[in-house]
């Protein structure tokens, strides 16, 4: 069994369709990896949810019924005989420069009320589990292009950085792509 890569879409767009969308503290767990493209190219600036859920509980079904009576709501695609679901939703165009800024590794392009709102989503969600402080730390530092963050960075890879770099990973297309077939690969 392989298991599924999170990816930046999931760290970066996820708290900015929070806005609009009920990412709800409750279910984040259940919330398995998001992406930015499928693989058909069915879908234009859409965000994809991946949930692994049992309708069994009364609790995911009240949840999946906010899910889809949002404005932004466009489908479900159900896998695995309905334990995992996607959601499709269209982006906010709020923050579609973010969306394009990230498929291009920019994080440091983002506005600042975006900056500020993916880090307030990261702490509210995890900023009291063991751990959850250095993640969304090194967010911040990622965002805001730190200097602590670039000399570690040139210390760990023995390589100069340019000042005007990210200090971000590079957002590969192939892991913020949907693939129906990979994800049920992660369950056999």
């Known amino acids: 069994m392989s298991k599924i890569k999170y990816n930046a879409s999931k760290t970066y767009l ?4 929070s806005e609009l969308i009920d990412i709800d503290k409750k279910f984040i767990n259940y919330l398995e990896n998001t992406y930015m493209y499928d693989e ?16 069994k509980n009364p609790e995911f079904t009240t949840y999946e019924h906010k899910l889809t009576n949002n404005e932004l709501f466009i489908k479900t695609i159900d896998i695995d005989n309905e334990d995992r679901v996607v959601y499709v939703f269209k982006f906010p165009k ?7 800024y990230l498929q291009n590794s920019e994080y440091s392009k983002f506005g600042d009320d975006a900056k500020k709102l993916i880090l307030k989503f990261w702490t509210i969600m995890y900023g009291k589990v063991y751990g959850g402080i250095n993640v ?13 963050l670039k000399e570690k960075l040139e210390k760990k890879t023995g390589v100069k950085i340019n000042d005007n770099a990210e200090l971000g990973e590079y957002v590969s297309k192939h892991d913020e792509t949907l693939r129906i077939a990979d994800i049920i690969a992660t369950k056999l």
Request: net charge negative; aromatic share 28%; no cysteine.
């Open 40 to 55: 058909n190219n069915e879908f234009f600036e859409s965000f994809f949810l991946l949930f692994e859920f049992s309708f």
């Open 136 to 148: 969304i730390l090194t967010i911040k530092q990622k965002l805001y292009k730190d200097k602590i």
């Open 94 to 100: 709020d923050y579609l420069k973010e969306y394009y």
């Open 14 to 17: 996820l708290p900015l369709v």
